[in-house]
């Protein structure tokens, strides 16, 4: 009988321990965004998922609230900050008001290619960038994402130099970076919330729209704009974060599977389907009628370089830091 009690107490002291051992190494995160289950940040955010699921024996596992399930995107980023929900997929304009160095990749014309936006997002301005977010309560897990380009479209005038844009208004997000930008190339900016603008472009409340070409196409925009000014203005973007403090929760090792998923399958996932379907969707709004302009990239990046030190002297961005990523531009077109 002793031996029989001896036996059940040790099998309990076992249980108990696996027990607790499983309860420690159980991380979920729950991590929101706007888009629909169809885009490719969603798919790509699965195929995160199933990544770290894989990598950490079923020890994390990565829940992903599709729609505005959990809040709007600015809602996401803010819930995120505060620990409400574990992660979020933000952009530069929705975590700049965490961390104004960021607010610099939104620059009009900076970027002609995302290879050297993502090799300045790896080098001190990214750091800078990661620092002062993880101080605010963030935890970058990729790189700042391509997710397309964007491209102005307007209705009646083909756009070759700012001089075409003077005086017309074009539709752009309320945010004081993109205001500010529009206004550079010539135009009058028009804020307009997304769910309005069709209707705003049909009634000519405005005459021009800046947005990605899924966009254009997928709102039917081609409807209602004829020229598409074929350059482009800045990218769009999307960084993926989770709340500090969660992060800090998990093991080395699984900060690890988090980061290499976050850079080498979501990241990845995210620009790959990007570049096929901006080469598609060209085509297809060509065949809708869009005519394609070429415009003189040089005069409009000009202007919105001037007006990038402008935005840097009100305090937008910290003194300094557009020479410094014009610098860094610089020495990587020279390798």
């Known amino acids: 009988m002793k031996k029989l009690v001896s036996i059940l107490l ?48 079923g020890n994390v596992k990565i829940e992903i609230y599709p729609d505005g399930a959990l809040g709007t995107g600015i809602q996401v980023i803010e819930r995120t900050m505060t620990g409400t929900i574990d992660g979020s997929l933000g952009y530069s304009g929705g975590l700049y008001p965490y961390e104004k160095s960021i607010g610099v990749f939104s620059s009009y014309f900076l970027w002609d290619d995302y290879e050297t936006m993502l090799e300045v997002w790896r080098g001190e301005v990214g750091q800078q960038v990661n620092e002062g977010l993880a101080e605010s309560g963030f935890r970058v897990l990729g790189p700042i994402c391509y997710a397309g380009e964007r491209y102005l479209t307007t209705r009646e005038t083909p ?30 900016p028009t804020p307009i ?28 925009f081609f409807e209602q704009q004829k020229y598409l000014m074929l350059t482009n203005l800045k990218f769009t973007d999307f960084v993926l974060v989770v ?18 998923g976050a850079y080498n399958v979501w990241a990845e996932g995210v620009r790959e389907n990007a570049l096929k379907e901006e080469k598609e969707l060209i085509v297809k709004l060509q065949r809708e009628g869009m005519i394609m302009t070429i415009p003189d990239r040089d005069a409009f990046k000009v202007l919105a ?17 557009f020479d410094q990523v014009l610098a860094q531009i610089e020495e990587i077109k020279s390798k």
């Open 305 to 321: 370089h001037k007006k990038a030190y402008q935005l840097e002297e009100e305090g937008v961005w910290p003194k300094g830091l």
């Open 243 to 260: 709340n500090e403090n969660k992060f800090q929760s998990l093991p080395d090792e699984y900060q690890k599977v988090m980061i290499d």
């Open 159 to 188: 756009i070759y130099s700012p001089e075409d844009l003077k005086g017309l208004k074009t539709r752009c997000v309320e945010d004081k970076i993109a205001l500010a930008f529009t206004e550079a190339m010539g135009a009058i």
């Open 10 to 57: 040790t099998v309990s002291f076992v249980l108990l321990v696996f027990s607790m051992g499983s309860i420690a190494a159980d991380y979920t995160f729950k991590i929101g965004h706007v888009h629909q289950t169809t885009t490719a940040p969603h798919q790509a955010l699965l195929a995160f998922s199933e990544y770290v699921a894989q990598n950490t024996d």
């Open 193 to 220: 919330a997304f769910s309005e603008l069709y209707m705003a472009l049909q009634q000519k409340i405005v005459n021009g729209q800046v947005n990605g070409l899924s966009q254009i196409w997928n709102q039917k």
